[in-house]
């Protein structure tokens, strides 16, 4: 069967380039001598977290329980959750640690008071990491607090914890404006995880892991040193499939981006103007970043492949993408193109399952199992 026998939209994974993505990055992790801990937020698929583990990662991580629990069932042995979890979810958690190996972060220490005491009701111990804000300022504690070496030091002293270590995203990354920048930005994560470790070995804790991580960070990770507490764990995310973003901040080519959209002009209401049938529920809303502006909600891929950034996505209604043609353009009604999308992670979600393509011919189905588990 060839992509041309689907009909729009839907999301090309390229099986070539997703394959090659996720060796590039089991090396990379490789060479630097650190676990790769992927993100599976960005496919919710069973099939490719099990590709990422068969090609070196150590498990993966997930975002939230709903998604840890897909995994879990499926088999996935290690999975961490960077994400501030409430112990009101005990009993989701409780149950997972029957599954997999779970480990979550804590940035508060009521939280962290608070999954002590419900492990301790249970008998059992909990992996926590303390998140660390190095910079991207959304979640963690401040690295440059007075008391940050005691708060680890508190969370490492609760008996239904089991303390494993720093945990940081430098999602600042996502708004570097040059490779300079990012590259200062990796660095300095590194700096700041080192110090804090520094300060809590001081205090007597014991520092196992230190897990730092985003896709564009993760081209330095050779250069985040510090050792004795260099990062043991990189954990991107996005590298599987990248996407327009990635492209923007040098973290990805166009012949390394393996999700597209395939789309047809529906309308051609003007000279001007192009309808595609991929609108936000296909493409999602996200703008693109990276260092130079990139207008528009993706970039448009004639039908012989050739990229055509005179064509700007402006508008996305539900089910319709409304291009502006800034010179003329001989697409027509029925055109197949397919759109890079400005943010893949967010494009997987609104699937229900990804078609494999080895060329123009569809290689196989992968199905987003962990979809809408949101909560
Ligand atoms: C806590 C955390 N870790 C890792 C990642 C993966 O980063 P990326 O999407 O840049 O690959 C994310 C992404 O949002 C994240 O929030």
């Known amino acids: 069967m060839q992509l041309t026998d689907l009909r729009t939209p839907f999301a090309i994974v390229d099986i070539n ?23 599976a937020k960005t496919h919710k698929s069973i099939e490719i977290a099990k590709m990422q583990i068969d090609a070196g990662a150590v498990g993966i991580c997930c975002a939230k329980l709903g998604e840890a629990e897909v995994f879990a069932d499926a088999g996935i042995s290690d999975i961490r959750l960077p994400y501030p979890i409430n112990p009101v979810n005990a009993d989701r958690v ?33 992996d926590v990491l303390v998140k660390v804000d190095v910079g991207f300022h959304r979640c963690g504690i401040n690295p440059a607090a007075a008391d940050a070496a005691d708060r680890v030091a508190f969370v490492a002293s609760l008996p239904g914890i089991n303390f494993r270590g720093l945990l940081s995203h430098a999602g600042q990354a996502y708004h570097a404006a040059s490779e300079l920048e990012l590259e ?24 196992e892991e230190i897990s730092v991580g985003s896709t564009p960070t993760s081209r330095f990770i050779d250069k985040q040193i510090g050792a004795p507490f260099a990062p043991t764990e990189m954990r991107p995310g996005n590298y599987v499939f990248l996407d327009r973003t990635q492209t923007g901040l040098g973290a990805a080519t166009l012949d390394t981006c393996a999700m597209f959209i395939a789309a047809t002009v529906v309308s051609r209401p003007a000279p001007d103007r192009v309808i595609l049938d991929s609108g936000a529920k296909t493409l999602a809303l996200d703008g693109a970043r990276g260092f130079i502006a990139m207008p528009g909600h993706g970039l448009v891929i004639l039908p012989d492949g050739t990229p055509d950034p005179t064509l700007v996505i402006e508008r996305l209604s539900e089910e319709h993408a409304t291009v502006k043609a ?28 990804l078609v494999l393509a080895d060329g123009e011919t569809v290689a196989g189905r992968i199905k987003v199992a962990a979809r809408g588990r949101i909560s």
């Open 17 to 39: 380039r997703l394959r090659a993505n996720i060796n590039a990055m089991a090396a990379r992790a490789r060479a630097a001598g650190v676990a790769l801990r992927p993100h």
């Open 94 to 126: 409780i149950a997972l640690l029957g599954k997999t190996r779970l480990s979550i972060i804590v940035d508060d220490m009521d939280v962290a008071q608070g999954w002590s005491d419900a492990m301790k009701d249970v008998g059992k111990k909990l």
């Open 184 to 207: 200062y930005i990796a660095t300095r994560e590194a700096e700041m995880l080192r110090d804090l470790a520094e300060r809590a070995t001081a205090l007597g804790v014991k520092i």
């Open 326 to 353: 800034t010179m003329p353009t001989r697409l027509k009604i029925g055109d197949r193109v397919r759109v890079l999308p400005n943010h893949s992670c967010v494009v997987t979600n609104l699937m229900d399952e």
